[in-house]
């Protein structure tokens, strides 16, 4: 009756929800992320109460360069597709697909993180930190809070691609993977608000320098 | 690693109590804490009511008197009834829905710690260079420049970080177990209210708490690490906190209430042996409170100037609120009426719950009237309508609970007429407290404030309020002999020593750690009652009595939450020390933790049939 005994039987179709302890974490995961909206509708609406404070500092306009934010959306939303791939494998019971697709998921996700502390760097090096206007604070507090999310994800998702080498895919393992892929899409589509609102109206919004 | 681990693991003492994840053990640790955390705000509340005793009165200084008023609303409020209600929550919601264990046995247990370990950082300002002084409000720039607030204020951000973490996993836990762990025919619409108000309430802290998380993760980057959010210098704005902090605050306090009007429909039914008056509106108006409580925070800010519409919206909004609570009232009061009504020191309780929580709400529709609220808004008759809510209505309502479900927790009954001296002495020395304070406010006396003059007829009002405190003290007190002298009764309390309706008294007492040794099938609402009325000796069995998957203990969820607690202390002394170097060795602790979690697989433990049957013979 217990988890255990199903290791070594047949894998059911959805393995993520085959047992109680399954169902629980899926659902307690999702309620979560609905947490985690709050979380990140908070954040959101107060960098929009506080975009046009720049306190004589550089402004949005003056600073963003989409070249490397394009790239860091095709990048971040290519990942969530592969994320995609990796849970479609996991309901085919592949286990290999599944490795493979998350490493590609987390090497994407790597290119990000790597683009944004990038582009953090270059910002710092136009006189834009942390204490420079209320502008600024609210801009690395809610693009910091996503990148750190990013990170989170790459240490957890790896994580699992680790331990499966030795578990494989069971109903103990199945919904650690479907669990992260609801993770990294949520992150992912964070980051199309992000987008939206901190550099698209960023570049077209917005006063001049104050 | 093995992948059988079926003997059950041999635990006893304080290593067992640091490592379990039995959701009725957590319940005993959450009333460990709250009630020490109680006694805590109590001391710095008798504090205050000396110190205001008469009019220029020395005492205690103006600043202690500040961190007096500060911490006994953040103790109270965050550390105090909060874990008690999760103590009650944990202890029977499981029961009364007819489930073995929680969903999350160890998140469970991480959300204990985390909020144990953050409520003592807090605390432990009192001996770091002081604790907070800036009401528990924090409002900026107050909290948020170093100019007008001490490290005390850091105390805050970070203990109540790390406890807020731990309430809102907890209340994840008891959404999902809710959810997904009912026991056969236990459908939404036959869920006792304690449970449907816990289940309501855990929503709410579910939305309401990372509003706070992220209040505090502002307040901490601007303390800390110089960001200019409430600078209004640099172009931050202070109304954010304000509103940030309400849009968490107000659904606190129904956070707080809800769990309470679950409690008392319990026990009103109970001794008034009915069936609970207008259910499906009861359950009705406990969601409605809920979702309106969400959209009333800025009457806390009428004064702030957010203007005549905003204000108008917000105000109708809060009188909504009295609607919904109303029906609950009403719906109390045609339980008891022709009921065969027995007062125990649980119905007292929640019999005075009733009038006095109606008058604290009659003062809350008072209040949200803004232009009323503006001659109200800071002074004592704001202070006398909350305590009205919370001491008279929540605090009422967790006595109700303690001794109501007492007996299921640790099998002895609480003695009927210290309880009764308990209830009056609290009963009449709260109402001596607080009621004089609605006309203190009245007259003009702002909350706040270390002292008065003379000569403006606010002495009586004080001196009455200050020597009411000495009946709440002593009710307390007889509270605390009362558990003493119920741990040292001989007599067993028996399965269901209230003849009452719901699951939760149809398994012995204390509850076997698998709660159920089979799980029960429910047929009607009151399911243990349905089953007397059929004249059946106990539930139906929904599944043949079989072996019990039991999740293993862990220390891990203590390990976890002292990682954050050394981070905290990392934070807070990272301007002093110069390096951040704690801090992030406590986060990487707690990391590492995760990691192992995640690493080594859970696989639990059986007990068998025949040791049911041996344990079932004992009780």
């Given at each position: 009756m217990a988890a255990d005994h199903a290791v070594n039987t047949v894998l059911p179709d959805e393995p993520e929800k085959a047992t109680l302890e399954g169902k629980n974490k899926v659902l307690g995961f999702w309620l979560f992320l609905g947490g985690e909206t709050v979380l990140f509708g908070t954040l959101f609406a107060t960098f929009i109460a506080l975009r046009d404070q720049v306190n004589g500092g550089p402004s949005a306009q003056e600073l963003f360069d989409m070249k490397i934010v394009a790239w860091a959306t095709f990048l971040l939303l290519t990942s969530s597709l592969t994320s995609v791939f990796a849970t479609m494998a996991l309901h085919k019971h592949n286990l290999k697909a599944v490795q493979g697709w998350l490493v590609i998921t987390v090497l994407l996700g790597l290119g990000f993180l790597g683009l944004e502390i990038y582009e953090f760097y270059h910002y710092v090096h136009e006189e834009l930190g942390m204490t420079t206007s209320a502008f600024s604070s609210s801009f690395y507090t809610l693009v910091g809070f996503h990148g750190g999310h990013v990170a989170f994800g790459i240490c957890w998702i790896t994580g699992l691609i680790i331990q499966s080498m030795k578990k494989g895919l069971t109903v103990v393992t199945a919904p650690k993977f479907y669990v992260a892929g609801l993770y990294w899409h949520f992150i992912d589509v964070v980051w199309v608000f992000i987008f939206t609102v901190v550099y698209l109206m960023g570049m077209i919004g917005g006063k001049a320098v104050a | 690693m093995s992948d059988h681990t079926s003997h059950a693991p041999n635990r006893s003492g304080l290593w067992d109590w640091l490592t379990t994840v039995d959701h009725k053990k957590i319940g005993i640790l959450y009333l460990i804490a709250g009630g020490f955390f109680f006694i805590l705000g109590g001391v710095e509340a008798m504090l205050i009511r000396l110190q205001l005793i008469y009019p220029e009165a020395k005492f205690v200084a103006a600043g202690t008197f500040n961190e007096l008023i500060t911490m006994h609303g953040t103790t109270m409020i965050f550390l105090a009834v909060m874990p008690v209600i999760f103590g009650l929550m944990n202890a029977i919601v499981p029961l009364q829905i007819g489930a073995r264990d929680v969903a999350f046995p160890f998140v469970n247990a991480l959300g204990f710690w985390l909020a144990a370990l953050g409520g003592l950082l807090l605390n432990t300002s009192w001996f770091l260079g002081g604790a907070p002084d800036v009401g528990w409000t924090a409002y900026a720039t107050l909290s948020s420049n170093h100019k007008f607030s001490t490290l005390g204020t850091d105390f805050y951000v970070l203990g109540l970080q790390i406890a807020g973490l731990g309430t809102l996993i907890g209340g994840i836990n008891f959404l999902v177990t809710i959810i997904n762990m009912r026991a056969p025919g236990m459908t939404f619409m036959r869920m006792p209210l304690f449970t449907w108000s816990s289940f309501v309430t855990s929503a709410l802290i579910l939305f309401a708490f990372p509003a706070l998380t992220v209040g505090l993760v502002f307040l901490m980057f601007d303390r800390?690490?110089?960001?200019?959010?409430?600078?209004p210098d640099a172009?931050?704005?202070?109304v954010i906190w304000e509103h940030i902090f309400w849009i968490f605050g107000h659904p606190e306090v129904y956070i707080l209430i809800l769990p309470a009007f679950g409690i008392i429909s319990e026990v009103v039914s109970t001794f008034s042996k009915k069936r609970l008056f207008g259910y499906s509106s009861m359950v009705f108006a406990t969601i409605l409170i809920g979702f309106l409580g969400f959209m009333v925070w800025a009457h806390h800010m009428f004064t702030t100037g957010l203007g005549p519409i905003a204000n108008t919206l917000f105000g109708i909004a809060t009188m909504l609120i009295a609607v919904p609570t109303g029906i609950k009232i009403f719906n109390w009061l045609l339980t008891l009426w022709g009921g065969h009504i027995r007062f125990t020191t649980a119905n007292l309780f929640a019999v005075g719950f009733i009038p006095t929580f109606t008058i604290g709400g009659m003062t809350g529709v008072m209040l949200a009237v803004p232009p009323a609220d503006y001659q109200y808004h800071d002074s004592y008759f704001v202070v006398a309508h909350f305590h009205y809510v919370i001491v008279g209505g929540l605090v009422f309502g967790l006595f109700a609970g303690l001794y109501y479900w007492w007996p299921k927790m640790f099998g002895k009954l609480l003695n009927e007429t210290l309880g009764k001296w308990h209830f009056w002495t609290f009963f009449i020395g709260f109402h001596l407290t607080f009621f004089p304070q609605h006309f203190l406010g009245l007259m003009g006396m702002p909350r706040r404030v270390f002292t008065y003059l003379p000569g403006q007829n606010l002495e009586m009002g004080n001196l009455i309020s200050s020597i009411g405190v000495i009946g709440m003290a002593l009710g307390s007190i007889i509270f605390a002999i009362n558990m003493v002298v119920a741990a040292k009764s001989k007599k067993a309390a028996g399965n269901d020593p209230w003849d009452a309706?719901?699951?939760?008294?149809?398994?012995?007492?204390?509850?076997?750690?698998?709660?159920?040794a089979q799980t029960p099938l429910v047929r009607g609402l009151d399911a243990l009652w349905t089953e007397k009325m059929a004249g059946n000796k106990g539930m139906t069995p929904a599944e043949p009595l079989g072996s019990i998957h039991m999740p293993s203990p862990s220390f891990l969820p203590f390990l976890m939450s002292l990682g954050l607690f050394v981070a905290g202390y990392g934070f807070i002394y990272a301007g002093q020390w110069g390096t951040y170097i704690v801090a992030i060795a406590g986060i990487a602790f707690t990391l590492l933790c995760m990691l192992l979690r995640s690493l080594y697989d859970d696989h639990g433990y059986h007990i068998e049939p025949d040791e049911i049957e041996e344990k079932g013979v004992k009780a």
């Amino acid at each position: 009756m217990a988890a255990d005994h199903a290791v070594n039987t047949v894998l059911p179709d959805e393995p993520e929800k085959a047992t109680l302890e399954g169902k629980n974490k899926v659902l307690g995961f999702w309620l979560f992320l609905g947490g985690e909206t709050v979380l990140f509708g908070t954040l959101f609406a107060t960098f929009i109460a506080l975009r046009d404070q720049v306190n004589g500092g550089p402004s949005a306009q003056e600073l963003f360069d989409m070249k490397i934010v394009a790239w860091a959306t095709f990048l971040l939303l290519t990942s969530s597709l592969t994320s995609v791939f990796a849970t479609m494998a996991l309901h085919k019971h592949n286990l290999k697909a599944v490795q493979g697709w998350l490493v590609i998921t987390v090497l994407l996700g790597l290119g990000f993180l790597g683009l944004e502390i990038y582009e953090f760097y270059h910002y710092v090096h136009e006189e834009l930190g942390m204490t420079t206007s209320a502008f600024s604070s609210s801009f690395y507090t809610l693009v910091g809070f996503h990148g750190g999310h990013v990170a989170f994800g790459i240490c957890w998702i790896t994580g699992l691609i680790i331990q499966s080498m030795k578990k494989g895919l069971t109903v103990v393992t199945a919904p650690k993977f479907y669990v992260a892929g609801l993770y990294w899409h949520f992150i992912d589509v964070v980051w199309v608000f992000i987008f939206t609102v901190v550099y698209l109206m960023g570049m077209i919004g917005g006063k001049a320098v104050a | 690693m093995s992948d059988h681990t079926s003997h059950a693991p041999n635990r006893s003492g304080l290593w067992d109590w640091l490592t379990t994840v039995d959701h009725k053990k957590i319940g005993i640790l959450y009333l460990i804490a709250g009630g020490f955390f109680f006694i805590l705000g109590g001391v710095e509340a008798m504090l205050i009511r000396l110190q205001l005793i008469y009019p220029e009165a020395k005492f205690v200084a103006a600043g202690t008197f500040n961190e007096l008023i500060t911490m006994h609303g953040t103790t109270m409020i965050f550390l105090a009834v909060m874990p008690v209600i999760f103590g009650l929550m944990n202890a029977i919601v499981p029961l009364q829905i007819g489930a073995r264990d929680v969903a999350f046995p160890f998140v469970n247990a991480l959300g204990f710690w985390l909020a144990a370990l953050g409520g003592l950082l807090l605390n432990t300002s009192w001996f770091l260079g002081g604790a907070p002084d800036v009401g528990w409000t924090a409002y900026a720039t107050l909290s948020s420049n170093h100019k007008f607030s001490t490290l005390g204020t850091d105390f805050y951000v970070l203990g109540l970080q790390i406890a807020g973490l731990g309430t809102l996993i907890g209340g994840i836990n008891f959404l999902v177990t809710i959810i997904n762990m009912r026991a056969p025919g236990m459908t939404f619409m036959r869920m006792p209210l304690f449970t449907w108000s816990s289940f309501v309430t855990s929503a709410l802290i579910l939305f309401a708490f990372p509003a706070l998380t992220v209040g505090l993760v502002f307040l901490m980057f601007d303390r800390i690490f110089g960001a200019n959010f409430f600078n209004p210098d640099a172009g931050g704005n202070i109304v954010i906190w304000e509103h940030i902090f309400w849009i968490f605050g107000h659904p606190e306090v129904y956070i707080l209430i809800l769990p309470a009007f679950g409690i008392i429909s319990e026990v009103v039914s109970t001794f008034s042996k009915k069936r609970l008056f207008g259910y499906s509106s009861m359950v009705f108006a406990t969601i409605l409170i809920g979702f309106l409580g969400f959209m009333v925070w800025a009457h806390h800010m009428f004064t702030t100037g957010l203007g005549p519409i905003a204000n108008t919206l917000f105000g109708i909004a809060t009188m909504l609120i009295a609607v919904p609570t109303g029906i609950k009232i009403f719906n109390w009061l045609l339980t008891l009426w022709g009921g065969h009504i027995r007062f125990t020191t649980a119905n007292l309780f929640a019999v005075g719950f009733i009038p006095t929580f109606t008058i604290g709400g009659m003062t809350g529709v008072m209040l949200a009237v803004p232009p009323a609220d503006y001659q109200y808004h800071d002074s004592y008759f704001v202070v006398a309508h909350f305590h009205y809510v919370i001491v008279g209505g929540l605090v009422f309502g967790l006595f109700a609970g303690l001794y109501y479900w007492w007996p299921k927790m640790f099998g002895k009954l609480l003695n009927e007429t210290l309880g009764k001296w308990h209830f009056w002495t609290f009963f009449i020395g709260f109402h001596l407290t607080f009621f004089p304070q609605h006309f203190l406010g009245l007259m003009g006396m702002p909350r706040r404030v270390f002292t008065y003059l003379p000569g403006q007829n606010l002495e009586m009002g004080n001196l009455i309020s200050s020597i009411g405190v000495i009946g709440m003290a002593l009710g307390s007190i007889i509270f605390a002999i009362n558990m003493v002298v119920a741990a040292k009764s001989k007599k067993a309390a028996g399965n269901d020593p209230w003849d009452a309706r719901t699951l939760e008294w149809a398994i012995p007492s204390p509850a076997p750690e698998y709660n159920f040794a089979q799980t029960p099938l429910v047929r009607g609402l009151d399911a243990l009652w349905t089953e007397k009325m059929a004249g059946n000796k106990g539930m139906t069995p929904a599944e043949p009595l079989g072996s019990i998957h039991m999740p293993s203990p862990s220390f891990l969820p203590f390990l976890m939450s002292l990682g954050l607690f050394v981070a905290g202390y990392g934070f807070i002394y990272a301007g002093q020390w110069g390096t951040y170097i704690v801090a992030i060795a406590g986060i990487a602790f707690t990391l590492l933790c995760m990691l192992l979690r995640s690493l080594y697989d859970d696989h639990g433990y059986h007990i068998e049939p025949d040791e049911i049957e041996e344990k079932g013979v004992k009780a």
